[in-house]
């Protein structure tokens, strides 16, 4: 086992975890605008991840990958029910 494999800090996040999915779970409304707009379109391909004269970004791309990663460490850490924001639409 790695040294710091596990290691979770006093506020209940794994420090093993990526460190923007660290930060951003404190930040529920922006984890959640990403999860939001980061889908699957008909062909497997990041819908928000569009470039004009590219095939597009396999989904899931990163941003989806470290959205859910900030939802796991945000509810993990004694969060639970819905997070409470509001996005603006």
Do not use: K
């Not at 779970?25 to 062909?43: K, T």
Request: aromatic share 4%; hydrophobic share 35%; glycine share 12%.
């Amino acid at each position: 086992m790695h040294p710091d494999e596990g290691a979770v800090g006093e506020d209940g996040a794994d420090r093993t975890a990526n460190p923007i999915a660290v930060t951003m779970s404190g930040m529920p409304e922006v984890w959640q605008g990403l999860l939001e707009a980061h889908i699957p379109d008909d062909h497997g391909r990041c819908s928000a991840c569009n470039n004009a004269g590219t095939a597009g970004v396999p989904w899931p791309c990163t941003l989806q990958v470290i959205a859910e990663s900030a939802r796991g460490i945000f509810y993990a850490s004694g969060h639970s029910g819905q997070a409470s924001c509001h996005l603006a639409s």
